[in-house]
């Protein structure tokens, strides 16, 4: 231990005696350290969280699946469900719940709530215990059972203000009273931003309905049961089911997921590749630390003979050297925490929250916790030891003899730690090439969805969107509904500023939609349970002018379309095209029954493809049909506006209370607010690669440029002689000039090798752009050069000017 405390004085005093050195090695550790403590952190928060249930390992959600329809994932039956929880042989449990949207009153302005239905025994699968009270019985998901709920912890301390005595209080959901038992804790959020939880039963005839899919699954696997087997094991049971029920689950499989890799959803792989980013730049930094540290070695040869000559020993050396790296390291992690602690800040600014189309975990804070220190301590000492052990196995080889050569030659460094330098600045280039490559493609890709068609113009369009409480609005009556839609339509197109004014069900880029089945009368019909499939879309007869999606055939829907006349439907051009090539479509009919049932609607019209999940998405096939002729509890109404739609908000919202006071709005803005949403993470994730890619690029010019000036000063006798004997000084810059050429052109090759290995991880992360872009590719490669070039010149032209008489003078 005294030996220990002797290298860490002697290696504080050599930092001290090098502050230039120091403060390089430092800032350079700490921006390569920082951006990864940083990056760690939103992974920490956001993959690698503890969640809140017992043996999270073993849970698991459970979907229906029929990869062969374009459909990876998808809501299951009551019927497959009750099959799946009595036959499966992978799971202890498996319980079942669906969204179910709910209406509070009575606890200040009408409030849309999104609540759960679930089966009794959904919280004991995920072992969850309640903060107050109890959850559900068996008994209470009866017909006929008092209405209870359990409320979030959320929900608890925000509408109900922390009662005390919550226990047992009513609260009025859809005009229905119902009894608090429970309160969840704070951290358990899951299904995530659900606010409170009724009971669910499946039985009687509900649990032979193989047709309507609603369900979703949770499960808790086997012990010795992998998430893999699971998968397969539940494939073999569903298909199973699907041969007994042809006629509706034909093709249908099941996709076993991991409960930690769906919450953490669309951001896993975008977040794992900004981490790899940020990997590269640390290795960047810490090859320019490790090229630093062997130029200070070359330079302390002698100091080194002196102690070998003395009697120290090579592990002493090896010691002390890494003691010194070891140190840098140190105070670039510990100002590399501090750097990451601000920019946690900033990545909480611009972390994609609330994105309707995109399944991301919502995130209210990133935080600098034990794990974060701890990772950061690690790499820290990590970089330490990798990158400081070859200057220090460099320094150990020292000769005693170097100490009696007065010559200059015994200060200047050996052919092998010259090689390995220009390694580590080729290495460097070839990580900077990646990822400015990377960050290339992702800009180009980024470009193109930001330019691209939505089918629609969301700028200077209001939407506001409503849940219509069943209890006020049954589906059974649907002259009720339609009295409100068009009251409320009317009203608003009284206020001042609004040119045009409609109303729909699934609005474009909320991410909500549903699908329907469909025939065409008139063609072979299809193999059971391969009928095509088609968005279901409802609107009033302005819709499409207010939304400006265009008409291509045919008429819009008009006022006389209401629910006594005859059902009429305008579908998409992609829709037209797949299933009736050139024939014209106009008064074919769609049967969205079945053979036995026919429901035939009569296609009056022909619109434009809407791309309604983002640019980035395809357009699915679109069947609009009036919105008077099926009623709807989800609305959205949007107002066209030559002016600012935000101004519009709250005379909008006073329309619609005006004629349902009760009525409660859960969501209300602009359109152009929701199309930027719609690509912000490929926004954010551009935006950070870039920077990535840039610091990486700055930190590889310095190394460069380092070593290019290194090589001159040890080569500047050389350079006197050769200037003595008649070189020009072009001859001069043309010679390190090569060098540095040489130097960089190897990195690049071998950057361009790197890109191309990594094409499968970054293709499906693209859109319209091919991961081997040669236009990228060369873009990226000519501008590493130029700056290299510069980083190159800088030297060559200090060596090309150098008087010769001076640099011979030493000699």
């Not at 090098?18 to 920490?44: C, K, Q, R, Y």
């Not at 925490?337 to 909480?348: F, G, K």
């Amino acid at each position: 231990m005294t030996g220990l405390f002797q290298d860490i004085r002697y290696g504080c005093r050599m930092l001290l005696r090098n502050p230039g050195f120091t403060i390089v090695a430092v800032l350079t550790l700490a921006l390569g350290i920082g951006a990864n403590t940083a990056i760690f952190s939103v992974v920490n928060t956001v993959l690698l969280a503890h969640l809140p249930y017992k043996d999270v390992d073993r849970l698991a959600m459970i979907w229906g699946s029929n990869p062969s329809r374009g459909e990876p994932q998808f809501p299951i039956s009551a019927g497959d469900f009750t099959e799946w929880k009595a036959k499966n042989n992978a799971f202890e449990d498996i319980a079942a719940s669906y969204d179910n949207e709910v209406t509070l009153t009575g606890a200040g302005e009408p409030k849309l709530v999104l609540g759960y239905a679930l089966t009794p025994n959904y919280f004991r699968i995920l072992g969850v215990e309640p903060r107050i009270g109890r959850t559900f019985s068996e008994e209470e998901a009866h017909p006929g059972a008092p209405n209870v709920v359990v409320l979030s912890d959320k929900f608890w301390r925000n509408t109900l203000h922390r009662d005390p005595q919550v226990l047992g209080k009513s609260i009025t959901l859809d005009a229905k009273s119902y009894s608090v038992i429970g309160v969840m804790p704070p951290d358990f959020n899951y299904p995530p931003q659900t606010e409170l939880w009724l009971p669910m039963e499946i039985s009687g005839s509900v649990s032979g309905d193989y047709e309507h899919r609603y369900i979703r699954v949770v499960g808790r696997l086997k012990p010795g049961v992998s998430a893999a087997e699971a998968q397969s094991r539940m494939g073999a049971l569903e298909s199973q089911i699907a041969g007994a029920h042809p006629a509706t689950d034909a093709g249908n499989g099941a996709s076993v997921e991991p409960l930690r890799q769906e919450l953490a959803g669309d951001i896993r792989v975008p977040l794992l590749v900004l981490w790899g980013a940020v990997g590269f730049v640390l290795f960047i930094a810490s090859a320019n630390v490790a090229s630093l540290l062997l130029m200070r070695a070359a330079s302390r040869r002698k100091e080194v003979s002196v102690r070998v000559a003395l009697g120290a020993g090579r592990v002493r050396l090896l010691r002390q050297f890494l003691t010194e790296s070891l140190l840098l390291t140190l105070l670039g992690g510990a100002l590399g925490v501090l750097l990451a602690a601000w920019w946690a800040h900033l990545l909480m600014a611009i972390f994609p929250n609330d994105i309707a189309n995109l399944s991301i975990p919502k995130v209210e804070a990133i935080p600098m916790n034990p794990n974060v220190f701890w990772f950061a301590l690690g790499i820290t000492l990590l970089t330490g030891l990798v990158f400081g052990s070859v200057p220090a196995l460099q320094s150990a080889r020292a000769d005693a003899n170097d100490v009696l050569k007065d010559s200059g030659r015994g200060l200047t460094s050996s052919s092998r730690s010259t090689r390995l330098r220009r390694a580590l600045v080729m290495a460097e280039i070839a990580v900077s090439l990646v990822l400015l490559a990377s960050a290339g493609l992702f800009a180009r890709s980024f470009q193109r969805v930001a330019q691209g068609d939505l089918g629609f113009q969301p700028d200077r369009v209001l939407a506001i969107q409503i849940f219509l409480p069943p209890n006020h609005y049954p589906f059974g009556k649907p002259q009720k509904q339609s009295a409100f839609i068009n009251d409320v339509l009317g009203r608003l197109r009284m206020l001042p500023g609004v040119s045009s004014v409609a109303a729909t069900n699934f609005l474009p880029l909320t991410g909500f939609w549903g699908s329907t089945d469909f025939l065409i009368e008139g063609q072979p019909l299809p193999k059971a349970g391969v009928k095509p499939k088609a968005d279901n879309r409802l609107a009033t007869p302005e819709y499409f002018s207010a939304m400006r999606i265009k008409l291509l055939r045919g008429r819009t829907f008009m006022a006389s379309d209401r629910y006594e006349s005859e059902p009429v439907a305008i579908i998409s051009s992609g829709l037209a095209q797949k299933h009736f090539g050139r024939e014209d479509v106009l008064d074919k009919v769609l049967n969205l029954g079945s053979p036995e049932h026919p429901d035939r609607w009569r296609i009056v019209g022909v619109v434009s493809d809407v791309k309604a999940f983002g640019p980035d998405q395809a357009a699915h096939a679109d069947i609009y049909r009036p919105l008077d002729q099926v009623p709807f509890p989800l609305l959205a109404f949007v107002l066209r506006t030559p002016g600012d739609p935000s101004a519009l908000l709250k005379p909008a919202e006073q329309a619609i209370w005006d004629v349902d006071k009760d009525q409660p709005i859960f969501k209300a803005l602009p359109m152009n607010v929701l199309a930027a949403q719609s690509v912000t993470l490929r926004r954010v994730s551009t935006f950070l690669l870039a920077g990535f890619a840039t610091l990486a690029l700055l930190l590889a010019t310095v190394g460069l440029y380092g070593v290019m000036a290194y090589t001159v000063a040890q080569r500047s006798h050389e350079i006197g002689i050769r200037m003595a004997l008649g070189a020009q000084q072009k001859d001069v810059l043309w010679m390190v000039l090569k060098q540095g050429a040489r130097v960089v052109l190897v990195g690049e090759a071998c950057g361009v090798v790197g890109v191309l290995a990594l094409t499968r991880t970054i293709e499906g992360l693209l859109y319209n752009v091919s991961a081997k872009d040669p236009l990228t590719l060369a873009g990226v490669s000519i501008l590493l050069a130029l700056v290299a070039l510069i980083a190159s010149y800088i030297p060559a032209r200090r060596a090309a000017k150098g008087d010769p008489i001076v640099a011979l003078r030493y000699e």
